[in-house]
């Protein structure tokens, strides 16, 4: 079970924001949040929502999933399939961005549809406009012909 330790959370970022050698302030601006939130979440105040940790991920150059995981918001074990099946995914450069995208958005529909739901938006990259609600529809458009009971 994923247990909240926020502590052990703003630990971990101060150590990686003093090994890319950024100031406070410097990692607060590249990540887009404001200095004193930032101080907070470092000395275990507050807890950030996955898109901030994500934000200041992006702005470290480390691994979201390693934040979401030490946040509470990832259980490591549990997760780390789905972490790896969209790792893979991202990484396949024989994809365009929209269809990685819409893969993913079909993977999630598929793992929520067999009671598997999403770490809370972690990890949820830019959706635009191709939104998957119905597992039959990609990019909004129908799949296919569907086959009812007749």
């Known amino acids: 079970m994923a247990s909240l330790n926020v502590g052990n959370l703003g630990e971990y970022l101060r150590e990686q924001r003093r ?3 950024l100031s406070l302030r410097q990692l607060a601006e590249a990540a887009g949040v404001s200095n004193p939130y930032l101080s ?11 898109e901030v940790l994500q934000q200041v991920a992006k702005a470290l150059r480390i ?8 946040a509470g918001i990832l259980d490591a074990e549990r997760d780390r399939d789905e972490v790896e099946t969209r790792a893979v995914l991202l990484a ?7 269809q990685k995208q819409v893969l993913l958005q079909i993977y999630e529909s598929f793992r929520k549809e067999n ?14 406009d191709a939104a998957v609600h119905d597992p039959r529809t990609v990019g909004g458009h129908d799949a296919g012909p569907q086959q009812t009971a007749g």
């Open 40 to 50: 907070q979440i470092e000395r275990g105040l507050r807890k950030p929502s996955a």
């Open 92 to 98: 396949d450069p024989s994809l365009n961005e929209k």
């Open 115 to 128: 009671g598997f739901g999403g770490p809370d938006g972690a990890e949820q990259a830019d959706q635009g």
């Open 19 to 21: 090994t890319a050698q």
């Open 63 to 70: 691994s979201a999933e390693t934040l979401y995981v030490r």
